[in-house]
């Protein structure tokens, strides 16, 4: 790939964590939806017979909650509120119709997709913490039958959302062209990042010219180049 001119949007252990969850949660949402509703046999398959679903299923959930943990340790400073995301918000009519006003800086995730990451985070800890009540093979004797069926509420609840959040997520990567390369590749154009992230971009060419400032001329090509 000819990386001339474009940024480095997302490192490669974020991009190999985030394909990791993608997988793993197409059969984990699956095989819970097969849980829920057993007359759909064809849901269960992915996991191959409804016992290794139940076997399975539990920790297919826990690999998720760590790796989402990493993506919170890396990526949780991108995603703190600040008052722009409140106008971002405010003209939300605006960036649905595509006529997003330019003036609105936006850091490297707008306020739409830091609420998403908020969503996301929050859920899978309601998942967690109402999995393990409910884990009949490890768990569950501790607890008692009203506690459990509380957790299958919550566990049901924050399962849907999940799924409709991230049906969510995967339209809107589809609709802002450019993103899904940028996950697959790591990398995305200067016109991508000032017209998506205006902010972020500044800030990264900033950086990308004071570290080029700073270093010998010939040190330039060995400092880590975030764009290429
Ligand atoms: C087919 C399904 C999916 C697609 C196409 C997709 C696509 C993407 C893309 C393109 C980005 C980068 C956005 C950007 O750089 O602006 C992203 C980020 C992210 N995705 Fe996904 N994704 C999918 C599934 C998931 C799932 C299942 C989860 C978690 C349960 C998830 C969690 C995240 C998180 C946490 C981020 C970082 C966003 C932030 O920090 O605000 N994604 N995804």
């Known amino acids: ?20 969850i993608v997988i793993l949660f197409l ?15 064809a849901f269960g398959l992915v996991l191959g017979t409804p016992q290794l679903v139940r076997e399975l299923h539990p920790f297919l959930g826990c690999i998720i909650f760590i790796l989402l943990m990493f993506m ?4 949780a400073h991108h ?19 595509g006529k997003e006003p330019e003036d609105i800086p936006i850091g490297k995730y707008n306020a739409g997709q830091k609420f998403l990451f908020w969503c996301i985070m929050s859920l899978i800890s309601v998942l967690l913490v ?8 490890y768990f569950s004797d501790y607890f008692s039958i009203e506690i459990i069926r ?9 399962a849907i959302g999940l799924i409709l959040l991230i049906i969510g997520h995967a339209y809107m990567a589809i609709w802002v062209k450019g993103s899904i390369k940028g ?7 200067r016109a991508w990042a000032r017209k998506n992230h205006s902010k972020w971009y500044h800030d990264e060419m900033k950086a990308v010219y004071e570290a080029e ?5 010939d040190d330039n090509q060995n400092a880590e180049q975030k764009t290429v």
Do not use: E
């Open 1 to 20: 790939m000819n990386k001339n001119g474009m940024i480095l949007r997302t490192p490669l252990i974020v991009r190999f964590c985030h394909i990791c």
């Open 27 to 41: 059969l984990t949402a699956l095989s819970g939806l097969s849980l829920f509703f057993p007359s759909i046999k």
């Open 72 to 75: 919170l340790i890396k990526l």
């Open 79 to 97: 995603n703190i509120p600040n008052k722009d995301d409140v106008r971002w918000m405010k003209h939300i009519d605006k960036v649905i119709a």
């Open 130 to 137: 109402t999995g393990f009540v409910m884990w009949r093979r």
């Open 150 to 158: 509380i957790a299958i509420f919550f566990h049901s609840v924050a």
């Open 183 to 189: 996950m697959i590749t790591g990398y995305v154009s």
């Open 213 to 217: 400032q700073k270093a010998p001329a």
